[in-house]
């Protein structure tokens, strides 16, 4: 089973231009703001505040790489939806989230995180068909399964998928995971192993 044993901040980047040029795998984490990616984050690594929390929504603002093993990059970036920031700003965001998604050639896989709780959203479902569009490898990963009672939380789940099957005939592979209880974890880094060793 694989095991994350070393994980440091490595930079952050307002372009793509300034990102990492050592072309080493990535695996790039995203989700509406305030979906629970710094916990995540720190649960998956096990590393405490290797991302930082806040209950802030829009509190990842640049691309943030973070070197894992010296072997692959989980990449955080920032949040799509609510923040309470000016249009240009969101504006910007979206710009340089865009130009990294469609334009980094070492990025391998995209994770979307989706809170579990809440029915199934607009700006979840609109990234989610973007990415499709643009043929970009992503799988889904619902958050916060601690925070809802199993049955609603499955039938959130439910009901995402089945609003997601309007646009596409295979669904994308999906995981249900808590920060809190780090449910999810064996299987993400099962996952994460398989995309990033088997590209080598």
């Known amino acids: 089973m694989y095991q994350i044993k070393n994980a440091v901040f490595s930079k952050s980047s307002a372009k793509i231009e300034q990102c990492p040029q050592d072309k080493l795998p990535e695996i790039a984490f995203i989700g509406r703001s305030n979906v629970g990616k710094s916990s995540l984050i720190n649960m998956l690594t096990g590393v405490k ?11 990842t603002q640049l691309i943030n790489h973070y070197l894992v093993d010296n072997a692959w990059y989980l990449v955080d970036l ?3 939806g609510y923040a309470k920031v000016p249009l240009s700003e969101k504006a910007k965001w979206e710009k340089m989230t865009w130009d990294y998604l469609l334009e980094r050639e070492n990025l391998l896989y995209v994770f979307v995180l989706v809170d579990v709780r809440v029915s199934p959203q607009k700006s979840d479902l609109e990234f989610i068909r973007k990415l499709g569009e643009n043929g970009i490898a992503l799988k889904i990963i619902f958050t916060k399964e601690d925070k809802v009672k199993m049955q ?24 249900v995971t808590s920060s809190e209880k780090k449910s999810g974890k064996i299987e993400m880094l099962g996952l994460i192993e398989e995309i990033v060793f088997s590209s080598f």
């Open 49 to 59: 505040n290797l991302a930082k929390t806040s209950s802030t929504p829009g509190k």
């Open 78 to 80: 920032p949040g799509y």
């Open 152 to 175: 609603e939380g499955q039938r959130n789940i439910n009901a995402f998928r089945e609003a997601l099957s309007q646009d596409w005939d295979i669904l994308p592979e999906y995981f």
